[in-house]
C-alpha cells in the first residue's frame, strides 16, 4: 500500500479543466480522479485544495465603459456581437444582439436558446 499526499489548486475542478478551450469532453476526468484511476484503490491519497489560482471577485466592467458605434460613427451604449456560424466570421451575421455588461457564462448554455452553441462564433466590433 502507497501513501500520495497532493495539494495542488484546481486539480478536483471540472470547470478549471472546461476553461482549458478543450472543448466539452464527453467524458472529463478531473486530475485527482486520473491519479486515483492510475494508482488503484490499494494506495491511498490524500488531498486538500491548497490556494487557489486566481481570486474570483465577479466584478463587471461598468457599463459606462462599453460602447459600441454605428456604421454613422455614433456611439451607443453596451456591446454589439455578431454571431456567424463558420470559422472565417464570413457572411451574413446569424445572430447579432447588444450586451449593456459581460457576464458571459456559455459553457452551459448558447448565447442564443434556439440557434446552437457549437455553431456560433463571435466576431469581435
Not at 478543450?22 to 467524458?27: I, L, R, T
Not at 456560424?85 to 448554455?109: C, H, S
Not at 452553441?117 to 463571435?122: A, N, Q, S, T
Request: proline residues 8%; charged residues 25%; contains cysteine.
Amino acid at each position: 500500500m502507497g501513501f500520495v499526499p497532493y495539494y495542488i489548486p484546481q486539480t478536483n475542478n471540472l470547470v478549471a479543466l472546461r476553461a482549458n478551450y478543450h472543448g466539452d469532453a464527453s467524458n472529463p476526468v478531473t486530475v485527482l480522479e486520473g491519479i486515483k484511476k492510475k494508482l488503484g484503490p490499494e494506495t491511498e491519497i490524500t488531498y486538500a485544495q491548497a490556494c487557489p489560482i486566481a481570486v474570483r471577485e465577479n466584478r463587471a466592467i461598468e457599463p459606462r465603459f462599453l460602447y459600441h458605434i454605428d456604421h454613422k460613427g455614433k456611439k451607443h451604449p453596451g456591446l454589439l456581437g455578431r454571431f456567424y456560424n463558420n470559422k472565417d466570421l464570413t457572411g451574413d451575421a446569424k445572430y447579432t444582439r447588444v450586451d449593456p455588461i459581460i457576464e458571459f457564462l456559455w459553457w452551459q448554455q448558447s448565447p442564443n436558446s434556439v440557434l446552437i452553441k457549437k455553431d456560433l462564433l463571435p466576431k469581435e466590433h
